[in-house]
């Protein structure tokens, strides 16, 4: 099995990186990549964590990127986290990243919240909180019964502290990770809600800026997704990839390595990949 999509405690995910190496070796996964939001600080860890062991580890990242009104991610996988194109790009991220965690602090203070953005970043141990930082601070606070009701009052696109952020362009995040040897991939395609006529444009754009994949398999995807998605990939001829998208237990329904199966008409991202 592989894994291409998953989270570590440097973005908001709960396990460190040698933990997740450990899921993985309980999962006897064959290839792991570190997506974290926006950052590429958990890798060297990951690295230390894996070496000796069969597992074969893919540098990831999961970038944030606005196109037209939507905020869309963008899987690079294989890149160098050294690249300075990319290094700068993650530099941009986060200061719109801070920026924006800063303002929800605010906006919570006037439903009653102290200190949400020091208690957010408190509780991610490190300073590029994201909004299910907040969830879990509303939690704690006894605003909302759970992470999901946070986001339906308070977080959720429209509600009374989203922020809407202004994240670099689909262009110049899937060019960053080109450029850095890594290849694009349209995470969760399914997940922005986009009609078909959005997605394809979407898929089209991205295509044109050299993205090459789509995620076809994500942890909550359904047998009815994954065959919309491979007939995307066929249509727009573009490769399949796979993850969990694995924040943690509590956070994440399906474990690291446990999503479903890659339909078998789709051709692999990892195909081309050495030691497979
Ligand atoms: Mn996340
Ligand atoms: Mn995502
Ligand atoms: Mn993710």
Redo the contacts with the bound molecule.
Sequence with gaps: MIDLHCHSYYSDGLLSPAELVARAQDAELTFLALTDHDTVDGLAELHAAAAGTALTIINGI?ISVHWKKYDI?ILGLGVDPSNQLLEKLIQQQKTLRIDRAQRIGEILKTVGIQDAYEKARALAGHERVGRPHFAAILVQEGKAPDIQGAFKRYLGRGKIAYVPSVWISLKKAVEGITVAGGQAVI??PLKYKLTRTKLHELIKDFKMVGGCGLEVISGETTSADAQTLTLLCKKFDLLASSGS?YHGTGLSRVGLGRQMKLPEQCMPIWQMWNGV
């Design positions: 999961e991610h995470a969760h998208d």
